[in-house]
């Protein structure tokens, strides 16, 4: 009883995406894909198509298996606690919902066809993390190593096929870059806020 009392839901964003995308996934094998397919995979469709405009997040939640959940959660569990006590769940949550919209954007306009996971996010918080503790005016090297290595691996594996979409890495990770280098350069949030 005592060790219940100690644990905490230490990181209400990170922790929450991720028992939805549990959920999702087990909504998904329950309807068969249906679930999946209608509204946690964006791909092509009209702009009068209302469930398009959920799929242009939803496809972050949604999970082909549990091998792909578990492949991105590892990932979003091991960074995003660290990430929202560096940030604060708000803007974390904000962080994450552009790279899952502006992924799925990208992706309709430039491929026809389908998207679904939460890479875009993992990348994201990957180059993310990689640019924390920066000081303002200063780039770390790590960072620029991290780009090369994460980012310069996706651009070489988009030339091979696969079911791997490296333009969701791409973008998550330069969402990432792009954040970090922002709020560093703007003295941007350095201590925890919850929110």
Not at 25 to 41: A, D, S
Not at 73 to 94: A, C, D, T, W
Not at 119 to 126: T, Y
């Amino acid at each position: 009883m005592k060790l219940l009392k100690r644990i905490h839901y230490n990181a209400p964003v990170t922790l929450t995406f991720a028992l939805i995308c549990l959920v999702v996934l087990g909504l998904n094998k329950l309807t068969g894909g249906w679930t999946n397919l209608h509204l946690f995979m964006t791909y092509r469709s009209r702009l009068t198509d209302p469930l398009m405009y959920i799929r242009l997040f939803g496809h972050a939640i949604g999970h082909a298996s549990w091998e792909h959940l578990v492949g991105n959660m590892l990932y979003i569990l091991m960074l995003g606690p660290i990430l929202e006590e560096k940030y604060g769940s708000k803007l974390i949550l904000e962080m994450m919902a552009i790279t899952a919209v502006l992924t799925g954007i990208i992706f309709n306009l430039l491929f026809d066809g389908r998207l679904l996971g939460a890479s875009g996010i993992v990348f994201m918080f990957i180059i993310l993390a990689s640019v924390t503790n920066a000081e303002k005016g200063r780039i770390p090297i790590t960072f620029i190593l991290i780009c090369i290595l994460y980012l310069g691996n996706e651009f070489i594996n988009a030339f091979h096929k696969d079911n791997i979409s490296q333009l969701a890495h791409i973008i998550g990770g330069s969402l990432g870059g792009f954040f970090g280098l922002f709020l560093v350069a703007t003295g941007g949030i350095r201590e925890k806020k919850n929110s």
